[in-house]
């Protein structure tokens, strides 16, 4: 019998294209970069499943063309890269990689926090170019950590993970979103109101996914209400934050400082903001483990071979 044909737009991590390679006909042979608007259109018009990632914009149009497709496996937890309406319309099934990443995610946030408040990028730098003088009592003061107030805007899976590690630093968590959250054991997080939240925080975290109520969620009111003392962490989505905003207030102080994994206008970033000494910027390495991008692979074949099997799809989203 002929293998199902399966078009991969990103090249995918070793044990995953064996798996694939062993299991189905690919089109192309995937690489690191994006691929260009033809070679999307001729996948989409001739796999019968396709593997995508958030930064393949998936639109009706594309869809129009995908004649023979019957399954979208996106790479990501976050699916707002695909228009569902138009895959539900013609059949398509959408999915994603749920719970995977999520302590990948929150691990990284707290990287993104300690890095930025207590200066670990800017003090690796300065060792790197040969100029420390040694140790004096007065040298890059950062912030403490431990014991201060820690937000958390949306309070899902990765939101929740990241409150569960608060609880190493001593620091009590608010959060805003949905109010019905069960507490661990012992711990309290106390839901607040979304300005309350920013009003309150020491450290603010995002996890919220895009979508139109979330977009420049923090914009330049919600940033004018944040302490001077507070810092800001992303890793959800890049247009949560209104970036312009972000800078001006980076620039003028009104808040201490920002680290940040995804960009707005995500793989450009703000030119302002990357001459900053008071951010920390990723390139977007909230999954980057080996661990979690094997697993998200496997968990969309596992979507692809349950939907070209007939079967109900275990992560679908449409």
Known sequence: ME?????VTRLLPRPVLDSILGQYRMLTEPTDLP????????????????????????????????????????YAVGYNNIDLAAAAQRGIVVTNTPDVLTDATADLTWGLMLAL????????????????????PTQM??????????????MGRIGQAVAQRAAGFRMPVIYAGRESVCNPPGISWVWRSLD???AESDCLSLHVPL??????????????????TAYLINTSRGPVIDESALVSALEARTIAGA???????????????????????????????????????????DNIAAVLGGRPAPNRVN
């Not at 608007?37 to 990632?53: D, K, S, Y």
């Not at 408040?117 to 004096?136: L, N, S």
Request: hydrophobic share 40%.
């Open 3 to 7: 293998r199902p044909t399966l078009y």
């Open 35 to 74: 691929p260009k608007e033809e070679e999307l259109r001729h996948g989409f018009a001739e796999a019968q499943a396709v593997i995508c990632t958030l930064t393949d914009r998936i639109d009706a149009s594309l869809l129009s063309q995908a004649k023979r497709l019957k399954i979208i496996a996106n």
């Open 117 to 136: 408040m207590r200066r670990i990028v800017e003090g690796d730098a300065w060792v790197r170019t040969g100029t420390w003088p040694g140790w004096t």
């Open 141 to 154: 003061l950062g912030a403490d950590v431990s014991g201060k107030t820690l937000g958390i805007v949306g």
């Open 196 to 198: 309350e939240v920013v």
């Open 211 to 228: 979508t139109e109520s979330t977009r420049h969620l923090i914009d330049r009111r919600k940033l004018a209400l944040m302490k001077p």
């Open 259 to 301: 680290g940040l994994d995804v960009y707005e206008h995500e793989p450009t970033v703000h030119a302002r903001l990357r001459s900053l000494p008071n951010v920390v910027l990723l390139p977007h390495l909230g999954s980057a483990t080996l661990g979690t991008r094997v697993r998200m692979g496997f968990i969309c074949l």
